[in-house]
């Protein structure tokens, strides 16, 4: 069982990325694929999460509008499109597979990439 992220790097505060996570030596049905982030000093923080099987998708309230989650069944990939980053969402981004019911919480992730760091700085 494996996530990989993909597609961080820096960016100026009104710019955008994208982040990947491919996923390989599991089915991702009855998953939920989280985006958590943290940042030097704070704690792990739930970013959004999308249902593989009906893509569902929620948001953090610090990031909802300006970010977006979605999936490609066929590179079995889930995607966080960034736009309008701030220097506070500076910090390494995790995905993670979970199939709890409660998919904004960290603890209830079974499977964890290995991060990718996104500083926005001018």
């Known amino acids: 069982v494996q996530l990989v992220e993909s597609g961080g790097g820096s960016a100026q505060p009104g710019g955008s990325l994208r982040l990947a996570c491919a996923a390989s030596?599991?089915?991702?049905?009855?998953?939920?694929i989280g985006w958590f982030r943290q940042a030097p000093g704070k704690e792990r923080e739930f970013v959004g999460a999308?249902?593989?099987?009906?893509?569902?998708?929620y948001y953090a309230d610090s990031v909802k509008g300006r970010f977006t989650i979605s999936r490609d069944n066929a590179k079995i990939t889930v995607y966080l499109q960034m736009n309008s980053l701030k220097p506070e969402d500076t910090a390494v981004y995790y995905c993670?597979?979970?199939?709890?019911?409660?998919?904004?919480?960290?603890?209830?992730?079974?499977?964890w990439g290995q991060g990718t760091q996104v500083t926005v700085s001018s």
């Open positions: 030596g599991f089915t991702l049905d009855y998953y939920y």
């Open positions: 993670a597979a979970s199939r709890s019911m409660s998919p904004t919480r960290a603890p209830m992730y079974d499977y």
């Open positions: 999308i249902s593989w099987s009906v893509g569902t998708t």
